[in-house]
Every structure is written in C-alpha cells, then in structure tokens.
C-alpha cells in the first residue's frame, strides 16, 4: 500500500482509496482517482451536512420543536480551515477559500428564534434537534462500517449534544434498513454514520469517511478494528 499526497504521482495500482479528509473532496483529486480501475468510496465526494442531513429544514417547515444551527462543513470547518492555512504558508492558493469556521453549534427554542440571515448561508444548515431523551440524559447512534463488518453502537451522554467524550453508557444498536438504502444512495464503501431514531423512524445527522477516535473510547473502539480490517480485505476480493 502507498499513500499519496497530491496528484502528480501516479503509480501504477488496481484499486485506490480516495481518502481526502476534507468535507468536498476538491474536483482534481476525484478526476485523479478515477482514472483507477476501481476505487474506494469515489462516491463519497461531499459529505456536507446540506446534502446528506436527513434533519435539514428551510424557513417555512413547520416544525414546531427546538433547531439546531451547524456549519454544513464537517467537524465546524476546522479541517478547511487547516489546510487553507497549510497551503498559505506553502505559497499557495486556499483550496477552500469560501469556507468559514463556526465557532459551535446553536440551539434555538424554535425556528421563529432562527436569525433571518442564516437561511441565506450556504455555509450553515438549520436541523431538527431531536436527540434521543433518556432517564438519565439523551441518546444517539453511531454505525461504523467497512464493507459488510460494521459495528452500530448507541451511546448516552448527559449532554443534548451527544459526544464520544462524554459517554457514560453504550450498548449495541441494530442498523435500520433504511440507512443501509442510504449509504448505497451516498456511495460510502466504509466510514460512520451518524444518527438518532425519532418518531421510529432513522434520521441521519451526519456521515463522515474518515471518522477519528476519541480518547475515552479509544480501547473500545480498538477491540472491534480487526472486524472492520477484515470488511476492508473483503472489499479487495469482491473489487478483484
């Protein structure tokens, strides 16, 4: 295996992995990795929160319960953030010139709460907040996968804002048919997916093709690597 920085290199391979840890994969590199023969989540160029939310709303829905205000880039637009700064101190042109950092997330009461001039950002998306309320705090789900080996875990945090960090319960959850119709629709072969049930049905919140680890979790998250290897090295023979 050879991992590549850039595109000018092209090494000879029978299958690639399009591995840009940035939200939009920029145009060149998706031109670059299909010039392969088979290669590995090219469907998963934009994962912005605008096209794969399942709780996006406008100003008009009639939603009648809190929202949440996010940048539609991953992880706040820190990553863009980073690699504008990589390439201005390179000498060269931002990658992402037009992407712009939030500070955290907002959640309002209601849409009337919303400030008119964010349904008019690209930048920005207005979500349902639907957490998972539980006794002891509020639930959400996480499905890490590779190919067929997966691992969906539901993890509670007293926090609204469910964070790997601040985990004080998990138990193993079931994937919902229809998000499985929806990693084949957004072209993901492995990555995670973020999501709540609401209303008994799956609401994708957010999906990532390179997900990290926290600290907390980082042995649990460890115990279940080998599986996932074992889904990429399936992956390889149905390719081959």
């Known amino acids: 295996m050879r991992v590549l920085a850039g595109t000018s290199a092209k090494p000879e391979a029978d299958i690639a992995i399009l591995h840009v840890d940035a939200t939009v994969t920029p145009t060149e590199y998706v031109e670059y990795a299909r010039t392969y023969p088979f290669c590995l989540n090219i469907g998963a160029a934009d994962i912005s929160k605008r096209r794969v939310s399942g709780a996006v709303i406008d100003r008009d829905h009639g939603w009648q319960g809190p929202v949440i205000v996010k940048s539609s880039l991953n992880n706040l637009g820190t990553r863009e953030q980073t690699l504008n700064r990589r390439s201005r101190r390179a000498g060269r042109p931002e990658p992402f010139p037009d992407a712009k950092l939030l500070d955290r997330y907002r959640i309002h009461g209601s849409l009337a709460d919303v400030s008119p001039g964010v349904f008019d950002r690209k930048d920005l998306v207005v979500e349902k907040f639907v957490p998972e309320p539980e006794p002891d705090g509020f ?55 973020d999501f709540v049930m609401h209303e008994g049905r799956a609401v994708l919140l957010d999906a990532n093709k390179t997900p990290g680890r926290v600290r907390n979790l980082s042995a649990f998250l460890a115990a279940g690597n080998a599986n996932l290897a074992d889904g990429f090295e399936g992956l390889i023979r149905q390719l081959g």
């Open 139 to 193: 639930g959400a789900r996480f499905w890490l996968f590779c190919g067929e080996r997966e691992r969906c875990t539901r993890h509670v945090s007293p926090q609204s804002l469910v964070k790997g960090e601040d985990t004080i319960r998990r138990e193993a959850v079931p994937v919902p048919e229809e998000l499985r119709a929806l990693r084949r629709q957004l072209g993901f072969d492995h990555g995670k997916f």
